[in-house]
């Protein structure tokens, strides 16, 4: 007689389906377009008795425009709230599977940081005080990985800050010599695909807003309009472009380590979570409104806040950002 524990994937479906539910959104039970990856990945993770591995691209570097956030270099209230969030995920899948869950955070931050001019060591000193969060607030289900670790071109732990640094131009070219499909491509897709080009047509409002902010900007393209705006445009190629290039490599990766388990059991197989909204909608759970919080005493409320914030129900943002003065701080807001 067995021992074996056993699970029932529909619970498991349900945890993604309540975090990646809106409170106008009338069905909660709804077929998601994720739920035949979700099943497949969690049975495979089920049959090497491991636990549900998560991956997220996210949490590049902090956005340096000041009317956006308290810090334009370090993580605040808002990347505790979306990795409390996540973490709780986590917490709530390990109650309806038996080998729990771990999700890896990937940073992109040398995906993008020299197109918005951000310094690389403000991207390296985001993703450490990041990484200081968790561990000071106890997030055990989160794990940290560097763009040097997804492309197998070294382990980034164990370099130090400058030899991570000296690596952001080589992890650069080598993803495009991988993935960079060919400029008409780029330009067709923009024009023809519906999601890429709203994508683009972000990112051109994002370079307008936050461009100007970068401190690695020349003045001469900032004082300029003219030139200001046909930088911005640049940019936003740029960025959908890499954007492109950094999924087809997470596709990759994640094909790879398919195959790995299929040799051997033991390996874990990553739950992709870029396609699903659920875990999008609580990553950008990191701007919250930079004049509002400014001498709220937000620091003396956070326990509190943050059980509530967790298992709040999320709402869908009218506007591009969480603003505490329409939103009340009980409730989790879907921001960028």
């Known amino acids: 007689m067995t021992n074996e524990k056993s699970f029932d994937v529909d619970m498991v479906l349900a945890v993604f389906r309540r975090f990646s539910h809106f409170e106008e959104q009338k069905q909660l039970n709804k077929t998601r377009g994720y739920d035949a990856t979700v099943i ?9 008795r491991s636990p549900i591995p998560l991956l997220l691209p996210a949490a590049p570097f902090k956005n340096s425009c000041p009317h956006k956030v ?17 973490n709780h995920l986590c917490d709530e899948l390990a109650k309806v599977y038996p080998y729990g869950a771990e999700l890896t955070m990937v940073s992109d931050g040398p995906v993008y940081n020299d197109l918005l001019c951000i310094p690389g060591s403000d991207f390296y000193d985001y993703g450490i005080r990041l990484r200081k969060i968790a561990a000071d607030k106890g997030f055990t289900r ?12 070294a382990d980034g732990d164990s370099l130090s800050k400058d030899e991570n640094l000296a690596l952001a131009d080589t992890c650069r070219t080598e993803m495009e010599a991988r993935f960079l499909p060919k400029d008409s491509q780029i330009k067709k897709k923009i024009e023809t695909h519906k999601d890429t080009n709203l994508t683009y047509q972000a990112y051109i409002k994002l370079a307008n807003e936050d461009l100007r902010w970068g401190p690695d900007l020349d003045p001469q393209i900032r004082d ?20 492109l290039k950094w999924i087809e ?4 990766a994640a094909n790879n ?10 390996k874990d197989v990553v739950c992709r979570l870029r396609r699903m909204s659920a875990i999008f909608e609580f990553c950008k759970i990191t701007r919250l409104d930079a004049r509002a919080y400014r001498g709220q005493g937000v620091e003396s409320e956070y326990d509190a806040q943050l059980d509530a914030l967790k298992h709040a129900v999320p709402k869908r943002p009218k506007y591009g950002h969480w603003d505490h003065r329409q939103t009340s701080i009980s409730e989790v807001v879907d921001g960028c």
């Open 40 to 48: 497949s990945k969690t049975q495979l993770s089920y049959a090497s």
């Open 70 to 86: 308290l810090d334009p270099k370090s993580p605040d209230f808002g990347e505790e709230l979306g990795l409390a969030r996540l």
């Open 142 to 153: 989160i794990r940290f990985r560097r763009l040097v670790d997804v492309l197998g071109i």
């Open 224 to 243: 300029d309009r003219a030139r200001y705006t046909k930088e911005t445009q640049k940019v936003a190629i740029r960025m959908t472009e890499r954007l």
């Open 249 to 252: 490599g997470g596709h990759g």
């Open 257 to 266: 380590q398919q195959k790995e388990l299929s040799s051997d059991p033991g």
